[in-house]
C-alpha cells in the first residue's frame, strides 16, 4: 500500500520469520526498514494516516491497531468480538484529512456492526450509532463536513414464493453533519438564482466583514471532539425520508454529531432532476 504522500511502500513481510510492517521507498531505492517487532500472529489490510505518518491495521486477534511509523511502535485501540475472517478481511478505516481521527465499524455483543471514532491526540474511542442496526464502512468527507456510512435500516418485506418474508435492499447511504453549521445534503434548496448586478450592489460596501467570515470558514474544519454518549438515534419518517437525531449536544464551538440524513436509494436522482 502507497502512502497519500506517495513517497512509501508498506507491506507485510515474514522474511523475520514473523509477519512484520515493512517500509521501503515507492521509487524502489533504498533498502528496506522492519518497522515493527510484533510476535506471532496475522495482520491484514493496511490503511495510512493522510499524513503518512500512522497507520492502522487489524490481526488475527480481532485487535485494532495503530502504529506510529516512524518509532514503530503499536498500540492496541480497540477489540473486536466475533471477527472471524471474512469480517477481519473486509475491515476497513477511514481517516479525517487532519489525520488525528480514524473511523471504523466492528462488531457489539448483539453482533451488529457499530461505527466508532478514535482521536490519536486525546486516545479516547467513542462509539458513536446506538447499534440497534447494521452499521458500516464510515468514510469522512475530505471537507471535515460529514461522516458517511452504510446502515442496514429500512425494511420493506415482502412475501415470497418459499412462503417466508424477504428483506431486500435494506442498506442505506447515511450522511452526518460533524459540526451543528453543517446542513443536511438533502436539505431544500432555493431555485432562483438572482442576476450579478443585484448580488453586486448587495456586496458594495457592506459586506466586507461578511467576506471576511466566509473565507475565514472555507476550506477544512477539523472534528475537535465527539459528545460523549452522543449516538445516532431511531429514525422518524419526514418528507418521504428519513432522519434521526443525537441528543445533549455540547455548547460552545466544539463540533459534535448533529442530526443525521439517511439517503435512501429512491432519494437519489440524477443531477438536476427534479422532485415531484
Same mark, same amino acid.
Given at each position: 500500500?502507497?502512502?497519500?504522500?506517495?513517497?512509501?511502500?508498506?507491506?507485510?513481510?515474514?522474511?523475520?520469520?514473523?509477519?512484520?510492517?515493512?517500509?521501503?521507498? !515507492?521509487?524502489?531505492?533504498?533498502?528496506?526498514?522492519? *518497522?515493527?517487532?510484533?510476535?506471532?500472529?496475522?495482520?491484514?489490510?493496511?490503511?495510512?494516516?493522510?499524513?503518512?505518518?500512522?497507520?492502522?491495521?487489524?490481526?488475527?486477534?480481532?485487535?485494532?491497531?495503530?502504529?506510529?511509523?516512524?518509532?514503530?511502535?503499536?498500540?492496541?485501540?480497540?477489540?473486536?468480538?466475533?471477527?472471524?475472517?471474512? #469480517?477481519?478481511?473486509?475491515?476497513? #478505516?477511514?481517516?479525517?484529512?487532519?489525520?488525528?481521527?480514524?473511523?471504523?465499524?466492528?462488531?457489539?455483543?448483539? &453482533?451488529?456492526?457499530?461505527?466508532?471514532?478514535?482521536?490519536?491526540?486525546?486516545?479516547?474511542?467513542?462509539?458513536?450509532?446506538?447499534?440497534?442496526?447494521?452499521?458500516?464502512?464510515? !468514510?469522512?468527507?475530505?471537507?471535515?463536513?460529514?461522516?458517511?456510512?452504510?446502515?442496514?435500516?429500512?425494511?420493506?418485506?415482502?412475501?415470497?414464493?418459499?412462503?417466508?418474508?424477504?428483506?431486500?435492499?435494506?442498506?442505506?447511504?447515511?450522511?452526518?453533519?460533524?459540526?451543528?453549521?453543517?446542513?443536511?445534503?438533502?436539505?431544500?434548496?432555493?431555485?432562483?438564482?438572482?442576476?450579478?448586478?443585484?448580488?453586486?450592489?448587495?456586496?458594495?460596501?457592506?459586506?466586507?466583514?461578511?467576506? #471576511?467570515?466566509?473565507?475565514?470558514? !472555507?476550506?477544512?474544519?477539523?472534528?475537535?471532539?465527539?459528545?460523549?454518549?452522543?449516538?445516532?438515534?431511531?429514525?422518524?419518517?419526514?418528507? =418521504?425520508?428519513?432522519?434521526?437525531?443525537?441528543?445533549?449536544?455540547?455548547?460552545?464551538?466544539?463540533?459534535?454529531?448533529?442530526?443525521?440524513? *439517511?439517503? &435512501?436509494?429512491?432519494? *437519489?436522482?440524477?443531477? =438536476?432532476?427534479?422532485?415531484?
Amino acid at each position: 500500500m502507497i502512502s497519500p504522500d506517495g513517497k512509501t511502500l508498506a507491506y507485510w513481510s515474514d522474511k523475520t520469520g514473523e509477519y512484520q510492517l515493512t517500509l521501503r521507498s !515507492a521509487d524502489g531505492t533504498g533498502a528496506e526498514r522492519t *518497522v515493527t517487532r510484533l510476535g506471532p500472529g496475522f495482520r491484514y489490510h493496511i490503511f495510512w494516516s493522510p499524513d503518512s505518518t500512522k497507520i492502522v491495521f487489524v490481526d488475527q486477534a480481532m485487535n485494532v491497531n495503530l502504529c506510529d511509523v516512524a518509532t514503530g511502535a503499536v498500540s492496541r485501540i480497540d477489540k473486536g468480538l466475533y471477527m472471524f475472517e471474512e #469480517a477481519l478481511e473486509h475491515f476497513s #478505516a477511514s481517516w479525517s484529512a487532519d489525520s488525528r481521527w480514524v473511523s471504523y465499524g466492528r462488531d457489539n455483543p448483539g &453482533r451488529k456492526s457499530v461505527i466508532f471514532l478514535y482521536d490519536t491526540k486525546d486516545k479516547k474511542l467513542d462509539q458513536v450509532t446506538s447499534g440497534f442496526y447494521d452499521d458500516s464502512e464510515p !468514510a469522512f468527507d475530505p471537507d471535515g463536513k460529514y461522516l458517511y456510512y452504510i446502515s442496514g435500516r429500512t425494511f420493506e418485506p415482502s412475501y415470497g414464493t418459499d412462503l417466508t418474508w424477504i428483506y431486500a435492499n435494506t442498506d442505506n447511504i447515511v450522511a452526518v453533519p460533524l459540526r451543528v453549521d453543517v446542513p443536511s445534503p438533502l436539505a431544500p434548496r432555493d431555485d432562483v438564482e438572482e442576476g450579478k448586478k443585484d448580488e453586486a450592489k448587495k456586496d458594495d460596501g457592506k459586506n466586507d466583514s461578511t467576506k #471576511a467570515d466566509k473565507t475565514k470558514a !472555507a476550506g477544512f474544519r477539523p472534528l475537535a471532539r465527539v459528545t460523549s454518549g452522543a449516538r445516532i438515534e431511531r429514525l422518524a419518517p419526514i418528507y =418521504g425520508m428519513e432522519i434521526a437525531a443525537i441528543p445533549a449536544c455540547v455548547p460552545g464551538p466544539a463540533f459534535h454529531f448533529v442530526p443525521v440524513m *439517511v439517503i &435512501r436509494s429512491h432519494d *437519489v436522482q440524477p443531477a =438536476g432532476a427534479r422532485r415531484s
